[in-house]
């Protein structure tokens, strides 16, 4: 028997249980290997993207498939959205025909919690205005599986305090002994409730979370070094001259000569020469492409668990022919 659809909008919506649970079946996707246990199979998943997508996109659709289940794509302006019906509306007729609907709308947040306001249909946020909470779940199976671990990893993060940076620092917060120190230029941070909730948890966690709008006196021995595209999609800067505003916190190579076991990682996509030269990018430290192959991995965990529920606990996922009849 499963359990009801249960959504992920915001990072804040998940248990401690179960953000480790997403995160470990995320990992024992990737180890594990085809072929994929049919947890989905007779599942229907909503794919309704408003804004551009390359890995969430591929990531959703792909992994529904491989779990067994059927998709139904939605692009800007197929919905009756465009024509003035309600988003409660919408939901409540989706929610009649769907189990799962994967949404990128780069809106506020509240118009995902509308969708789900009625009816079974499970929603997962692929991005919107405010946070990016699979791209932290992304993140976490990707450090979990390079450094076995979470927990005691020290991360810099440069650039702009964007939709990425909230939800890895509503994530990152909930494992005891983190560090997160980010690097944000002045105007461009993090959202003010984001980073209270981040703090709130981390002196609750035995994590730190802390943000500067400067380059001086960076962390030492780091273990991640992480930055995002300058320019979030879906979003414009009221600043013509923002660029001299960012230039300082580009990523360089200089960086790891206080940070030299430190790995790479960009949510991408990236544009060289600006938040990061080639020469980290597409350099040794960098495992940034690898960490976007976790999307997938990470999709089928948030997948299984919104429409079926946990299974019992963390087992290894049973890839036998045998339990796919």
Known sequence: MTSPARHLISISDLEDDDLRHIVARGAQFADGGRPYPQTLDGDVVG???????????TAFSSGSLRLGARIVTY???????????????????LSRMLDVLVARTAEPTADLRALAARGSMAVVNAMSAEEHPTQALTDLTALQRHFGRIEGLRVLYLGEGNNTASALALALSRFPGTELHLRTPAGYGLDAGYLAEAA??????????????????????????????WQTTGT?????????VFAPFQVRAELWASSPDAVFLHDLPAHRGEEVTAEVLDGPASIAFW???HKLYSAMA?????????????????????TQA
């Open 236 to 244: 414009t800067k009221p600043d013509p001259n923002w660029r001299e």
């Open 302 to 322: 948030v997948l299984e668990w919104c429409a079926r529920g946990r299974t019992a606990e963390t087992a290894a996922p049973d890839n036998s022919p045998e």
């Open 47 to 57: 794919i309704y993207f408003k804004r551009s997508s390359t890995r969430t996109r």
């Open 291 to 293: 960490q976007a192959e």
């Open 200 to 229: 709130k948890q981390a002196e609750a966690y035995g994590s730190v979370v802390t943000e500067r709008h400067d380059m001086d006196g960076l962390p030492e021995g780091v273990d991640v070094i992480y930055t995002t595209r």
């Open 75 to 93: 692009q800007n302006g197929d919905l009756q959205l465009a024509t003035g019906e309600t988003l409660e509306d919408t939901g409540d007729i």
